[in-house]
């Protein structure tokens, strides 16, 4: 059984002659563990289908079933819970907390799901050291290097073990360097921990080191 399965899932935005048909009939299916790049250009839907996939947004039609299970089927709390507790987010701007330390930004999504905070420290202290930023613990973001908040942000994502990771243009912001080192970042979770990974991205470079590359295209997908 797939991790993902995406049956029959279409996105619109307005209604009538104005309708925009951003995603259109999607079908497709991820196992656990797999790394999938998705490209297209700028517009094409790939932002929409990742958040469609991480439940941020509802579809128009279609659903997506994860574990078997149905997850539009769920109420809004229940997305809610699903999202804290299954899905781990990436974006191109890191969006950490200005006023809190590394390791706060990072146990803060454990926080507002209530875990132990002791135990909940102890896994972010060791995912922090594991991606280097040892020394950066009590660092604020305005405090660190562009790729060093980013790596912060990966953690963040990583600290309640989810099984999917979606992430969105991360490299995008950084150099060519710092880039590579957050992608190698986010690839090493996977093969260490069978976290499944879902990237968008522009870089085919990037794209090129993942298990399979889709192309977003007229709002129709197809594999590459």
């Given at each position: 059984m797939a991790l993902i399965d995406i049956n029959g899932l279409s996105k619109s935005y307005g209604a009538g002659p104005g309708e925009i048909r951003?995603?259109?009939?999607?079908?497709?299916?991820?196992?656990?563990?797999?790394t999938i790049a998705v490209l297209g250009?700028?517009?094409?839907?790939?932002?929409t289908l990742l958040n469609l996939m991480g439940a941020l947004d509802r579809p128009t039609s279609g659903d997506i079933n994860f574990n078997g299970e149905s997850v539009f089927a769920r109420s809004d709390a229940k997305l809610a819970a699903f999202r804290s507790s299954n899905v781990g987010f990436v974006f191109q701007f890191h969006h950490l907390l200005p006023e809190f330390?590394?390791?706060?930004?990072?146990?803060?999504?454990?926080?507002?799901?209530?875990?132990e905070k002791g135990e909940l420290?102890?896994?972010?202290?060791?995912?922090?050291?594991?991606?280097?930023?040892?020394?950066?613990?009590?660092?604020?973001?305005?405090e660190l290097s562009g790729g060093e908040q980013q790596r912060v942000a990966v953690v963040r994502a990583l600290v309640r073990s989810p099984e999917v990771i979606l992430a969105d243009e991360p490299t995008g912001n950084l150099d060519r360097k710092t880039g590579d080192g957050v992608f190698d970042l986010l690839t090493g979770f996977n093969k260490e921990k069978g976290t499944t990974l879902v990237v968008v991205t522009h870089n085919e470079e990037l794209a090129a080191r993942l298990s399979r590359r889709i192309k977003i295209e007229d709002?129709?997908?197809?594999?590459?």
């Open positions: 951003v995603l259109d009939n999607i079908e497709m299916e991820i196992g656990a563990g797999e250009a700028s517009g094409a839907g790939k932002s330390t590394a390791l706060e930004n990072v146990m803060m999504p454990g926080l507002i799901g209530n875990e420290r102890e896994r972010a202290v060791r995912l922090l050291s594991e991606a280097g930023l040892s020394e950066r613990f009590e660092h604020k973001p305005g709002g129709s997908m197809h594999e590459l």
